[in-house]
Each structure stands twice: as C-alpha cells, then as structure tokens.
Antibody, heavy 123, light 107 residues
Framework: EVQLVESGGGLVKPGESLRLSCVVS????????MNWVRQTPGKGLEWVSS????????HYADSVRGRFTISRDNDKNSLFLHMSDLRAEDSGIYYC????????????????WGLGVLVSVSS | DIQMTQSPSSLSASVGDRVTITCRAS??????LGWYQRKPGQAPRRLIF???NLHNGVPSRFSGSGFGTDFTLTISSLQTEDFATYFC?????????FGQGTEVQVK
C-alpha cells in the first residue's frame, strides 16, 4: 500500500519561511517523479511543483517560482518543499503526490496523494 | 495555461442513479487527463488515468471517456460511498491544471 505522510506545516507570519516534508512508503520512490499540490481558498486546487527522480528536472508554478524550492532525498524516500517569503495567498493545504513514472520536460500523471498539511500565513 | 472547465459544480443524486461529470480543456490535451475522488479527511484518490483507464482497485461502475478537449466521468449506478467531490486534472503541459470540482450530494 502506498502511503504518503506530510509534515512541517503551521502558522507563520508574512515573509517567513517553512519547510514541508513528505515521507513515502510502499512505492518505488527513487524511480518516479514527485509533486506538491495545494488547495487554497482563493484558487482551489493548484499545482505547485514537480521534481524528477534524479532531481535534474524541476518545475514550478509561476506563483511560487523564486520563493519555493522542491527537493528530495531518495535514500530516505523523502520529498521536501522549502517555502520562503510566504504570503497570505500561500495559505492552504499542501499535498504531496506521486507520479507513476519519471518526468522530464512534460508533466507525468499524478496518482497517489497524502492527506495534506495545513500552512497558514497571517500576521 | 490550459484551463479546465468542469461541470456541473454540484449535483444531487440518489443511490442507483447514473451520474455524468464533464471536463473541457481550453486546448487539445490528447488523453492526458485523470479523474479523482476526494472525501473530507481522506487523501484524494485517483479513479481514472489517461482519460479512460481504471486505476487499480477502482470499481467498474466508474468509467471515463473522451479525447482532445472533452472528457466525461460516468458513475453507472451511484453507491452510498460515492457521495464525494470529483475533479479532473490535465498533465499534458505545465502548469498542471485542475477542474473546479463537482460535489455529488444526496438528493
């Protein structure tokens, strides 16, 4: 059974940083692309970022490019999202999600999702 | 960005009903579309991949169809456990984009 467990969410002030983590089990983590998706009150479901198996290819939504950094540790089956210069509109539930194969230039499908972690940005 | 227009935004149905939800892409996405189910307190669950392929373990009452810009998710005979929110996702081009979601409610 594929399981994804996100952690690291919380309440922060505008301009502050936060690092989300996701540990994956029951899945060939090191061979597949990974993704972050968020659900925000303003935009509904929004894709945030994707990373290839080797970390060579990374992609970001325009709304987070330059502020968020996706990374992974294949030895620990872990995915990360470092978020800096956080804004109120970044508030929402952040989901870690797997892809069934690696991604290169074009996106890979998204299959399994975690329960999500809440990020709140407020002064 | 590819816009995904999903309809209806909500519907009311009874157990046993046939339910149809549609997603329209603003440009050709071939068959690069998935359908998902989401319930409160649970992780979103993929139902259909590549427009019409059933994900492992998903009941056969769920089916998908379409190619290019117009796609449909059909539940042939609605069950109690199917009352949930459904959304589509296109992965043809970055950024990956989503339909707005359809809430299937008890009539």
């Amino acid at each position: 059974e594929v399981q994804l467990v996100e952690s690291g969410g919380g309440l922060v002030k505008p301009g502050e940083s936060l690092r989300l983590s996701c540990v994956v089990s029951g899945f060939s983590f090191s061979s597949n692309g990974m993704n972050w998706v968020r659900q925000t009150p303003g935009k509904g479901l929004e894709w945030v970022s994707s990373i290839s198996a080797s970390s060579y290819n990374v992609h970001y939504a325009d709304s987070v490019r330059g502020r968020f950094t996706i990374s992974r540790d294949n030895d620990k089956n872990s995915l990360f999202l470092h978020m800096s210069d956080l804004r109120a509109e970044d508030s929402g539930i952040y989901y870690c999600a797997t892809s069934p194969f690696d991604l290169v230039v074009v996106p890979a499908p998204i299959d399994y999702w975690g329960l999500g972690v809440l990020v709140s940005v407020s002064s | 960005d590819i816009q995904m227009t999903q309809s209806p935004s909500s519907l009311s149905a009874s157990v046993g009903d046939r339910v149809t939800i549609t997603c329209r892409a603003s440009q050709d996405i071939r068959s690069d579309l998935g359908w998902y189910q989401r319930k409160p307190g649970q992780a979103p669950r993929r139902l259909i991949f590549s427009a019409f392929n059933l994900h492992n373990g998903v009941p056969s009452r769920f089916s998908g169809s379409g190619f290019g810009t117009d796609f449909t998710l059909t539940i042939s005979s609605l069950q109690t456990e199917d009352f949930a929110t459904y959304f589509c996702l296109q992965h043809n081009t970055y950024p990956v984009t989503f339909g707005q979601g359809t809430e299937v409610q008890v009539k």
